[in-house]
C-alpha cells in the first residue's frame, strides 16, 4: 500500500453554487428604474382595462327633461338622449379621425362622437376626470362661442364599448408580470 490519501468522492465535494436564471437577475438600479417605469405605465393603463372589463349594458341617464346625471359613473358605459347644443368639429392626432364635440343642450355634458350627425342617442364611455383634461381645449373653444359651460363638465365619448380594449388588459398583465419580476430582483438584491 502506498501512502497516498484516497481520491473524495462525490459526498466529499461541495454542493455546486446556486445559480439563478438570467432572467431573474438584475442589477438594483436596472431593477428599480423597471419598477417605478412598470408601475407609472401600469398607473396609466388602468383607467383603460377598468372599461374593457366593465359591463356591457349601459347606465341610463334619460333624455330631455328628465337627466338622471345623479346616476352617472366615470369609466362606465353610459347611454343618453337629446339634442347637441353647440358643436366643434375636431380631428384626433394619432389617427387623423374626423369627431364632433358637442354639448348635449341644457347640461353640462359633452358628447364626442365619430363624424357629423346621426341620433340623438349617445352610448359610450363617460371619460374619467383624469381624461377630461384632453378636452380642455374644445371647452374653451365652445366658450368662446357662447356656449354655458360650467366648471364641472362630464364627457361621453359616443361609440367607445367595453371590450374594444382587450389591449388594455392584456398590456397590464404583462407590465404586472414584468413588475413583479424586477420587484422580486430588487428586494433579493437589498436583502443579499
Not at 383603460?48 to 366593465?54: G, H, I
Not at 392626432?93 to 363624424?115: E, I, K, M, S
Not at 350627425?117 to 349617445?122: L, N, S
Amino acid at each position: 500500500m502506498s501512502g497516498t490519501a484516497p481520491a473524495p468522492g462525490p459526498a466529499d465535494l461541495p454542493p455546486p453554487p446556486r445559480r439563478e436564471s438570467p432572467l431573474l437577475a438584475r442589477s438594483p438600479v436596472f431593477a428599480l428604474l423597471a419598477v417605478s417605469v412598470c408601475g407609472w405605465l401600469l398607473w396609466e393603463l388602468a383607467p383603460d382595462a377598468q372599461y374593457a372589463l366593465a359591463s356591457r349594458t349601459p347606465i341610463d341617464l334619460g333624455g330631455p327633461g328628465s337627466y338622471a346625471f345623479d346616476r352617472a359613473r366615470e369609466n362606465r358605459l353610459v347611454q343618453v338622449r337629446g339634442e347637441l347644443a353647440d358643436t366643434v368639429p375636431v380631428t384626433v392626432d394619432r389617427t387623423g379621425q374626423a369627431r364632433t364635440v358637442g354639448r348635449l343642450g341644457g347640461t353640462n355634458l359633452l358628447v364626442d362622437r365619430p363624424g357629423r350627425g346621426g341620433p340623438p342617442v349617445y352610448e359610450g364611455r363617460l371619460v374619467p376626470a383624469r381624461s377630461r383634461a384632453d378636452y380642455a381645449p374644445v371647452v374653451a373653444a365652445l366658450k368662446l362661442r357662447g356656449a354655458p359651460i360650467q366648471d364641472a363638465w362630464l364627457v361621453l365619448r359616443d361609440g367607445d364599448r367595453p371590450g374594444d380594449r382587450w389591449w388594455a388588459v392584456a398590456g397590464s398583465a404583462l407590465l404586472l408580470l414584468l413588475l413583479v419580476i424586477n420587484l422580486r430582483a430588487l428586494v433579493k438584491s437589498l436583502l443579499d
